[in-house]
C-alpha cells in the first residue's frame, strides 16, 4: 500500500533531511538496538499473539525523521505517524515508498483514537514538556490502545515507577500497569538533550478507583510537601480526621505521596459518611 500523508499543506518538493525544532524538543535517537528494542516492546506482547483480535497496527507519536518508523514497519502490518512539524510531515513518506504507512501532519493531542477501527499498539520519543497531557490523553481514551511504550525523560519515568507516589504516578497505576524498560543515555540522540531518558511501557486496564476518588487526591495534593492532615483541613475537622486516619490506618504525620490508591479509595470511603 502506498504511503499516505494527510493533513500537509504543500509539498516541499526536493528534501531529504531537515533540521531540528527546539521549541518542539526534537532530539532524534540514533542508536538503531535500541529503536529496535522500542519496536519490540510496542510489538511483542503474547496476549496480542493469542488474541482473536491481534494487534496490527501501530500509531506513533511523533516520527520525526522515521527512524523509529522503520523499526516498527517491521513489526507491524501499518503504522499511523502523527508528526506536528509540518515540513517533517511531507518528508517522511519519501523514506518508504510502497509501506503501509499513513503519515498524519497533526498534534496528538487533538487526534480521535476512534479512527482506529481495530486493536493498536502506541509508540514514540515524546518531548518532556507534553509528555503528561499525552499520557492522560491516551489512558482516557474511549478507544484505549492494547500497549503504549514511549521514551521519555528519565525523571518523568522515575515519577511514575518510583514507590513514592505523585499525582503522575497514582493517574498512571490507576489505569494502567506501567514497567521500566531500560534508560536511553543523552549521547545517544542527536542532538544530545541536556537529560537521560527511558523507556516506559503503560498496559492500559479499567480505572481501579472512581473520578469521586481522584478528585480526593487531587485535593490531597494540593500541597505535595505539606502534611495529608492540612491539605484535607477544610474538607472536615482535625478530630474527625486524625479519627478517620487512624481507622484507616493512615499515620498522622502522613504527606500525599505516602498513600496507595488503595489508601485514597479507604479514606474517601470513611470521610464521605463522616460528619464535622
Given at each position: ?154 525523571e518523568v519515568a522515575e515519577r511514575i515507577l518510583d514507590e513514592k507516589e505523585t499525582m503522575l504516578s497514582l493517574f498512571v497505576n490507576n489505569r494502567a500497569n506501567a514497567l521500566p524498560g531500560p534508560i536511553v543515555k ?57 479519627r478517620i486516619f487512624n481507622e484507616c490506618k493512615i499515620d498522622a504525620g502522613a504527606r500525599p505521596g505516602d498513600l496507595s490508591l488503595e489508601d485514597w479509595q479507604n479514606l474517601y470511603d470513611y470521610i464521605k459518611t463522616?460528619?464535622?
Amino acid at each position: 500500500m502506498a504511503v499516505m500523508v494527510v493533513g500537509a499543506r504543500r509539498l516541499l518538493g526536493g528534501i531529504r533531511m531537515v533540521g531540528t525544532n527546539k521549541s518542539l524538543g526534537q532530539h532524534w535517537l540514533k542508536n538503531r538496538q535500541i529503536l529496535d528494542e522500542i519496536a519490540d516492546y510496542a510489538a511483542e506482547e503474547s496476549a496480542f499473539k493469542s488474541s482473536d483480535n491481534p494487534v496490527d497496527v501501530c500509531l506513533e507519536i511523533g516520527p520525526g525523521l522515521g527512524t523509529l518508523t522503520s523499526s516498527l514497519l517491521k513489526r507491524f502490518k501499518k503504522v499511523i505517524a502523527i508528526e506536528f512539524d509540518q515540513r517533517l510531515a511531507e518528508n517522511l513518506p519519501k523514506s518508504f515508498p510502497g509501506k503501509n504507512l499513513e503519515v498524519i501532519n497533526g498534534d496528538i493531542l487533538k487526534y480521535d483514537f476512534n479512527q482506529i477501527k481495530t486493536p493498536y499498539s502506541v509508540a514514540g520519543n515524546i518531548p518532556y514538556y507534553i509528555t503528561s497531557p499525552i499520557i492522560e490523553k491516551l489512558l482516557t481514551a474511549s478507544n484505549r490502545p492494547r500497549r503504549i511504550v514511549l521514551l521519555v525523560q528519565k525523571e518523568v519515568a522515575e515519577r511514575i515507577l518510583d514507590e513514592k507516589e505523585t499525582m503522575l504516578s497514582l493517574f498512571v497505576n490507576n489505569r494502567a500497569n506501567a514497567l521500566p524498560g531500560p534508560i536511553v543515555k543523552k549521547e545517544e540522540f542527536t542532538p544530545p538533550p541536556k537529560v537521560d531518558s527511558k523507556v516506559i511501557i503503560l498496559e492500559p486496564h479499567k480505572p481501579i478507583v472512581s473520578e469521586d476518588v481522584f478528585s480526593l487526591i487531587s485535593h490531597g495534593f494540593t500541597a505535595p510537601r505539606k502534611k495529608l492532615l492540612h491539605n484535607l483541613s477544610s474538607m472536615r475537622s482535625k478530630e474527625v480526621l486524625l479519627r478517620i486516619f487512624n481507622e484507616c490506618k493512615i499515620d498522622a504525620g502522613a504527606r500525599p505521596g505516602d498513600l496507595s490508591l488503595e489508601d485514597w479509595q479507604n479514606l474517601y470511603d470513611y470521610i464521605k459518611t463522616s460528619t464535622n
